[in-house]
């Protein structure tokens, strides 16, 4: 009897851990992690040459709602940085290196050196090598840029299907050459075929939208997580536009960019983008862009039209987006996907100036298919709104741009981050959400190590990234490294270092070098220990006897008046 009384007692604590054990299995996961199970889709979106203020959820008046869609129901950062020009940031992006080390340290042509050969280096794996290894679908439409010769192109570097240009940019109605430099034919690819559009017969905007769109459909018969990449060369040079998207713009611009700088500084405020504090000490208007009172009225009528024509290619892109995002909810796959949306680097400073009267080509009015117009400082100082400088300088305007995420039900909508993110960061956090291993060698060739940090914290948990990280730039002897609130740049020729508490100085207004030499001195000690294991090499020792673009001269500060 003993021990049948004992054999019950012995079941039933067995019964009890077997209940146990199932009740532990069945509890949900912790609510620290948000991710399914089920590797999602990424969409990332890239813009060409757009400034910081240019978005209606980050002070604009150009009309954006998709992407302030994605901004309200998803994440904003206010600080987050790229390269400060198209090449050098494409290969950071689609590697996760920075550019040197990826082989793009200049530009897409070669300089005679492995960090500056000009193409993505085989010790550098994209998003597409990487993620088709895991078992997504990879996905490109629109700029490439990283690469000319058929051997680097995207198809060839992992990407399952491809449209788009190889350069740096093209006409938008024919995709022909571009009056700069030396002409040549844009070639314009899908897969691996070039394409040759007839003369008004597309908007590339549109089609880059489209293509993506298409990939998409296609993509559905398959049974797998997809990446798309949607790199849009709006709103860069030339500004040419539709018509009807022109027709929405006309007299938004008659007041001038001294007072629509004043209206972006005030909705930037209440957004919560800046402080009131930042916005009364915005950056000055650099010396070279004039007030815009002292304009004749046929100055003002052109600089008008430019800056509709402008926002009328970023509207286009943001509908295009509309597109994308209608496709993944008739798909029924808006529940698991990552959108992600950034810029390549801030306004630009290149005006028709530098290449000659005219640059050859303006044969009708602004934004039609015969002209070539850029936005020049002029306009560039409001889009890049309230920092200083422009694309190709490693000051705020040039390198620090809009980020937005949107993942519903996985980040929480409306969030707004400090961030201090950087291009380098996302590669791990696609590879994080993907669940992507990253090899250590590659088809034989050992690869890079990943730089970067996962944001995934940070999107889903809201937890933000080390502000002691040290994050660097280096393009055609500009330079700089941030740690913390301290920015150390200098602007080429000079090699002088300029020291700013962005935390109270976004602007860059007062340099504070001189009274903080030690902080100099640890702030460089970081920057050319960087340098030396980049692979960086001194711009003068490799600068191009014909720079592929001019450069501009270095930005001045000027009135404070706005």
Avoid at 6 to 11: A, M
Avoid at 310 to 327: E, N, S, T
Wanted: hydrophobic residues 35%; contains cysteine; glycine residues 8%.
């Amino acid at each position: 009897m003993k021990n049948i009384l004992i054999q019950k007692y012995l079941l039933a604590i067995a019964a009890l851990c077997v209940l146990s054990t199932l009740g532990f299995a069945q509890s949900p996961k912790p609510a620290t992690d948000r991710r399914d199970a089920t590797p999602p889709n990424i969409i990332l979106i890239m813009v060409d040459d757009m400034g910081y203020s240019d978005l209606g959820s980050y002070g604009s008046e150009i009309q954006t709602p998709n992407l302030d869609r994605l901004a309200n129901e998803g994440l904003r950062l206010k600080e987050f940085y790229n390269n400060s020009i198209c090449a050098p940031t494409r290969a950071s992006l689609i590697t996760g290196q920075y550019p040197h080390k990826a082989g793009v340290g200049y530009f897409n042509v070669n300089l005679g050196l492995p960090a500056y050969q000009g193409y993505l280096n085989k010790q550098s794996l994209t998003f597409g090598e990487v993620l088709k290894q895991a078992g997504y679908s990879t996905l490109l439409s629109g700029k490439w840029h990283v690469g000319n010769d058929s051997l680097y192109w995207p198809k060839q570097r992992g990407f399952d299907r491809f449209y788009g240009i190889l350069g740096g940019a093209s006409n938008y109605f024919d995709a022909g050459p571009l009056p700069i430099g030396r002409p040549s034919p844009v070639t314009v690819l899908e897969d691996n075929k070039r394409q040759h559009p007839k003369p008004n017969s597309f908007y590339f905007t549109d089609e880059v939208t489209n293509h993506a769109v298409t990939f998409l459909d296609e993509q559905n018969k398959e049974n797998k997580p997809f990446f798309l990449y949607l790199a849009y060369t709006a709103p860069h040079w030339p500004l040419q536009a539709l018509p009807e998207d022109i027709a929405k713009y006309k007299g938004k611009y008659d007041t001038g960019w001294d007072a629509l700088r004043k209206e972006r500084l005030t909705r930037q405020v209440k957004l919560g983008i800046i402080t009131q504090k930042l916005a009364d000490a915005a950056a000055a208007r650099d010396a070279d862009v004039p007030e815009w009172d002292a304009l004749t009225y046929e100055e003002k009528g052109l600089w008008k039209a430019k800056m509709e024509v402008y926002a009328a290619m970023l509207d286009r892109a943001d509908q295009g987006i509309g597109k994308v995002l209608d496709k993944l909810k008739e798909l029924q796959k808006d529940k698991n996907t990552l959108i992600v949306f950034i810029s390549d680097n801030g306004a630009p400073a290149e005006d028709v100036a530098h290449w000659g009267p005219k640059a050859g080509r303006n044969t009708g009015p602004v934004g039609t298919a015969g002209s070539f117009e850029s936005q020049g400082k002029n306009w560039s100082y409001l889009s890049n709104t309230p920092f200083r400088s422009f694309k190709s300088f490693a000051y705020e305007g040039g390198i620090r741009t809009p980020f937005i995420a949107w993942f519903p039900g996985k980040i929480k909508a409306g969030t707004l981050a400090r961030g201090t993110g950087h291009l380098i960061d996302l590669a791990p956090t696609f590879y994080d959400l993907a669940k992507a291993s990253y090899p250590a060698s590659y088809q034989g060739t050992a690869i890079n190590a990943l730089p970067g940090k996962s944001l995934t914290n940070l999107l889903f948990n809201n937890q933000e990234l080390d502000a002691q990280r040290p994050l660097f730039w280096e393009w055609a002897g500009n330079r700089a490294v941030r740690r913390g609130k301290w920015k150390l740049v200098s602007i080429y020729p000079s090699y002088q270092w300029e020291l700013y508490d962005l935390e109270s100085d976004a602007g860059e207004t007062q340099n504070v070098a001189a009274r903080n030499s030690n902080l100099v001195d640890d702030l460089s000690a970081l920057y050319f220990n960087w340098a030396k294991q980049t692979d960086v090499v001194d711009y003068d020792k490799i600068k191009p006897k014909e720079p592929l673009l001019p450069t501009p001269k270095k930005p001045s500060v000027g009135n404070r008046n706005f």
